[in-house]
Every structure is written in structure tokens, then in C-alpha cells.
């Protein structure tokens, strides 16, 4: 099992659209969470930190819910320049990070 | 802003040759990683280090190994190039002072013919 799966998608949502991506980790002694946005043949750049009071950015919010082990990540009122792919990480160990397999997300005129 | 740079953007390899990969990095980050990812695996740990000369295995060591001589520098080295060898190549450089976030190099493409 991976230690962080997450729903590939593609997920294919209107602009304005309000999309929600949920990431689901094995390792409960996970210290830390990320949200990672990834553009076609380019590298993760880190998008929101995850905390688990939740956390917001402009349009998007992140939470974390460690009784049932997943994370989420809400984007509101979606732009084209959303489109990419959201990978979701988990560290423990200080140094160990464990990324999903990423979730696609195409946001259409 | 951190920068980490890998030396090239794709390669192109003959099965049997040996393999350099170089990462650097300019914000001083006492750890540095190896990547690879492919199409539906996502991204898979194979290396890291947490301070010069030492190093950790990853998930999927096999087939490489890892060297920090310096700590701004980490490579990866193909002993003998394989063709499930292609892939794309990540390095990856992190703080212990900041606040845990990963920063990436631009990835290498990796052909082995």
C-alpha cells in the first residue's frame, strides 16, 4: 500500500468552478503535509503548506484531518492557470517526504 | 529565493554507461535528495543526504548510489545505465531551520537507449 494515495483525476471543472482534492496517508507518525503544484514537464513547487487548524491562501484551503488520516485541498473560483497537477506530500522522520501520485486538474473556458 | 540546479535537462545514454547526475544547490540546506518519477508511480525516493558525506537509502536504491563531497553538491550516479533506468530525474534540497518544505531542481530526463 502507498504510504499516500490520492484520487489521478483528471478532473475537469468549468473556470469558476469550485474543486475539491482529498489525499489519504498510511503513516500516522507524519509530522508535516504539503500541497505541491506541478506543471507539465516542469518541477513541484511547493503551493500550501497543511496544517491542521487548516490554512488559506487566496483562493485555496488546505486541512488536515488526523483522526481519519487525509488531507484536502479546496481551490474556489477556478482559473485556467489552475490547471496542472497537485501532488500531495507527507513528511516524517524530519526528512523522509512521501508524495502522491498526484491528482490532474484541467480547468476549462 | 533558493535555487537548485541540475546540470543537464534531458540525456541520452547507452545501456552499460555509467552516469552522472549533478544537483547544487545555493541556500546552504543541509539536506539534499534523489528523486525519480515516473507516469503513475509518482515521485519515489531514492537517495538522500543529511550532511556532507552522509547518505541514506531511499525506497529504490538499487541500481545507484549517491555522493556529497561538498554540501552544496549532490549526484547521482547510474553505475550501469539501464533501460527501466529512464525516467525523470528530481533533486531536491531542504532546511532543518525553515519550515519543512522541499525545493526542487528543474529534473533531468533521462533516456538509456
Known amino acids: 500500500r502507498k504510504e499516500v494515495e490520492q484520487d489521478p483525476g483528471p478532473f475537469n471543472v468549468p473556470e469558476g468552478a469550485t474543486v475539491a482534492f482529498n489525499c489519504t496517508y498510511s503513516n500516522s507518525a507524519s509530522q508535516s503535509f504539503f500541497w505541491y503544484r506541478q506543471d507539465c514537464r516542469k518541477e513541484p513547487k511547493l503551493l500550501m503548506s497543511v496544517y491542521s487548524s487548516g490554512n488559506e491562501d487566496g483562493r485555496f484551503t488546505a486541512q488536515l484531518n488526523r483522526a481519519s488520516q487525509y488531507i484536502s485541498l479546496l481551490i474556489r473560483d477556478s482559473k485556467l492557470s489552475d490547471s496542472a497537477t497537485y501532488l500531495c506530500v507527507g513528511l516524517y522522520n524530519f526528512n523522509k517526504f512521501y508524495f502522491g501520485s498526484g491528482t490532474k486538474l484541467n480547468v476549462k473556458p | 529565493d533558493v535555487k537548485v540546479t541540475q546540470s543537464s535537462r534531458y540525456l541520452v545514454k547507452r545501456t552499460g554507461e555509467k552516469v552522472f547526475l549533478e544537483c547544487v544547490q545555493d541556500m546552504d540546506h543541509e539536506n539534499m535528495f534523489w528523486y525519480r518519477q515516473d507516469p503513475g508511480l509518482g515521485l519515489r525516493l531514492i537517495y538522500f543526504s543529511y550532511d556532507v558525506k552522509m547518505k541514506e537509502k531511499g525506497d529504490i536504491p538499487e541500481g545507484y548510489s549517491v555522493s556529497r563531497e561538498k554540501k552544496e553538491r549532490f549526484s547521482l550516479i547510474l553505475e550501469s545505465a539501464s533501460t527501466n533506468q529512464t525516467s525523470m530525474y528530481l533533486c531536491?534540497?531542504?532546511?532543518?531551520?525553515?519550515?519543512?518544505?522541499?525545493?526542487f531542481g528543474q529534473g533531468t530526463r533521462l533516456t538509456v537507449v
Open positions: 531536491a534540497s531542504r532546511s532543518d531551520r525553515a519550515q519543512f518544505e522541499a525545493f
